[in-house]
């Protein structure tokens, strides 16, 4: 597990210091991190340029604390506290803080898959959209979802 948290370390220190180059180097080439926000990115190419461009162009100030991590060699989870200071336009200043669980698929050490499970309606009520507009984001997201499992026990057809 040292070899985890140690992954851990590096993976919330590339993300505070706005690196993608640093954070897309701990996936494997063909990895994908799986965010809420802004979906999927595959490749360590996309990874990066999501860093750089969609987290670091509309935000700064982040902080992310890992915690109680467990790892099994092939799969890793995480409890994290995720913080960051919004640029957008309509939320300029305005700081956010959720907490959340983060799952790591590895492979030989690096990561194959990363995704996130996190309240993101509290995330974005922080920024004080209004609430047509966390409707739709939270309609948005309800759709992955159904379409995700669609065809399965939990959403037939």
């Known amino acids: ?36 926000f802004y979906g999927a990115f595959r490749g360590r190419d996309a990874i990066a340029e999501m860093i750089d461009q969609h987290f670091w162009g509309h935000a700064r100030d982040f902080v ?13 989870y995480a409890q994290y506290v ?21 799952r790591f698929d590895l492979t030989d050490g690096a990561i194959q898959e990363y995704s996130e499970v996190f309240d993101a309606g509290l995330a974005l009520a922080q920024l004080g959209f209004p609430p047509p507009r966390l409707a739709r984001h939270l309609d948005k997201a309800a759709g992955r979802l159904h379409e995700k499992y669609r065809g399965t026990r939990h959403i037939k057809g």
């Open 82 to 102: 995720f913080s960051y200071t919004s640029t957008i336009d309509e939320a300029a200043g305005r700081r956010v803080v959720f907490e959340g669980f983060s």
């Open 64 to 76: 992310w604390e890992m915690k109680a991590p467990v790892c099994d060699g092939r799969t890793g």
């Open 1 to 36: 597990m040292p070899e985890f948290e140690a992954l851990l370390a590096e993976f919330t220190a590339a993300v505070e210091a706005g690196d993608g180059a640093r954070l897309a180097a701990l996936f494997c080439e063909d990895g994908v991190y799986n965010d809420i």
